[in-house]
């Protein structure tokens, strides 16, 4: 008899541990850096590599945006209107309605996501820099000479080459543009 009691003991036993273990692995305390306490990249946000393959991708949209069909359909409008005796659409509305404004949704983008542990001054100056040039765009945007969308941009015989140098030094090679020389 006492036998019985005590394999039905070790078989209790047995359950409460399997049962309080499931519970700790269900809520993440397992210890195997899946919980956010033990996990030491916990709330760091994501890695460069994973940062920039994100961003090097809005711009490379935002890229093939401006260059493929806004352009074409900016194109089609000025040809239109001169075939039609009429004043074609000054390019400063498409560099102010389209390209910056454009860049401007691209910095939302990026200011939405949360930039990797200890880049964060790095990312914030890429966005300020990226803010700034898309501030003179719109205020000039009749200056424009040359853009190479997303961050390189210039305006008059004046280069606005403070983003695309950051951008590129981050390792944002689709939103910088040309290589530096």
Do not use: H
């Amino acid at each position: 008899m006492l036998r019985e009691d005590v394999s039905v003991a070790r078989g209790s036993v047995t359950w409460l541990i399997a049962a309080v273990l499931s519970i700790f692995v269900a809520a993440g305390c397992g210890g195997d850096g899946g919980g956010e306490s033990d996990s030491p990249t916990a709330n760091q946000g994501p890695s460069k590599r994973e940062f920039v393959s994100r961003v090097n991708g809005y711009c490379a949209e935002l890229r093939q945006q401006l260059l493929g069909p806004k352009l074409k359909a900016y194109k089609q409008a000025q040809q239109q209107a001169l075939e039609q005796g009429n004043e074609p659409p000054p390019a400063a509305s498409f560099f102010r309605g389209t390209v910056a404004a454009g860049m401007r949704r691209l910095l939302e983008q990026i200011r939405s996501l949360t930039p990797p542990a200890g880049d964060e001054n790095q990312v914030n100056a890429i966005l300020d820099a990226g803010d700034s040039t898309v501030r003179q765009i719109e205020a000039n945007p009749s200056g424009v000479q040359r853009v190479n969308p997303p961050l390189e941009v210039e305006l008059e015989s004046r280069t606005l080459d403070r983003a695309r140098v950051l951008a590129l030094d981050y390792g944002l090679d689709r939103c910088g543009g040309s290589k530096r020389p």
